[in-house]
């Protein structure tokens, strides 16, 4: 694992990006975060023979640009076109959802109808859901903010954008606003690293990626985290 370990963890050390704004992926606090994504770091840094580092962030954007600025050797992000061009992702490792919120007497009735003229959309700045509604929204307009629910109060918004457990606790505490069931997107979350390291390296994450959803392992972490409602992914056709 040497030349892997110098590649993927040059300093000695892996530092991995954390996102705690995503609760399905992470929680807890920047000096002691849980979840799925921590497990994961956990588990490459152990077959690197390295420590292991967490860098935590309350954005997926923020963990985006440490990666991509060298501040993290190891993040963990939705696929997205957007990304694509500076992170090397493995398959995803879990399958989560984006679903609208919306005031009970709204007439949207599902995410078709909410793709309209004058229709405003309030997403968490540089999300998933953020990158996925810009490329695909022909007529409503998204709204970004520091967090789509935030944006939604704050500015009358007529929709608000976000993954679906946190959209759902969220609705729970909020009478007089309801989830359109049926999701807009799937968000797919995967391990990323940069494109400059070497194909044995990225490959050596996806291959890991594959090994620890077929022996349970991001299942019981999911379990651990108390998101049983997460997904494991499909094991990738190879």
Do not use: W
Request: hydrophobic share 45%; proline share 7%; aromatic share 6%.
């Amino acid at each position: 694992m040497g030349d892997l370990s110098a590649d993927l963890a040059p300093t000695g050390v892996l530092r991995a990006a954390i996102n705690l704004g995503n609760p399905v992926l992470a929680h807890g606090t920047p000096d002691a975060p849980g979840g799925v994504t921590v497990d994961l770091a956990r588990e490459v840094a152990a077959r690197l023979d390295v420590p292991v580092e967490f860098r935590c962030f309350d954005a997926a954007r923020k963990s985006f640009e440490a990666l991509t600025s060298d501040a993290a050797d190891l993040g963990f992000l939705a696929i997205e076109p957007a990304r694509a061009a500076s992170v090397a992702f493995t398959a995803p490792y879990v399958v989560i959802e984006g679903v609208y919120v919306v005031p009970a007497d709204s007439p949207f009735g599902s995410p078709a109808d909410v793709d309209r003229p004058g229709v405003r959309i309030g997403v968490k700045e540089g999300s998933a859901y953020d990158l996925f509604l810009t490329r695909t929204l022909a007529h409503a307009t998204v709204v970004r903010g520091s967090d789509g629910v935030v944006a939604f109060e704050e500015q009358g918004l007529e929709v608000a954008a976000g993954i679906r457990q946190p959209m759902t606790t969220y609705v729970a505490g909020h009478p007089g606003i309801r989830v359109i069931s049926e999701r807009f997107m799937q968000i797919q979350q995967a391990v990323g690293t940069t494109p400059a390291r070497r194909p044995s390296t990225v490959e050596f994450l996806r291959d890991l990626v594959e090994e620890l959803k077929a022996n349970g392992f991001v299942a019981e972490a999911l379990r651990r985290a108390n998101q049983p409602d997460a997904t494991v992914a499909p094991l990738a056709v190879r």
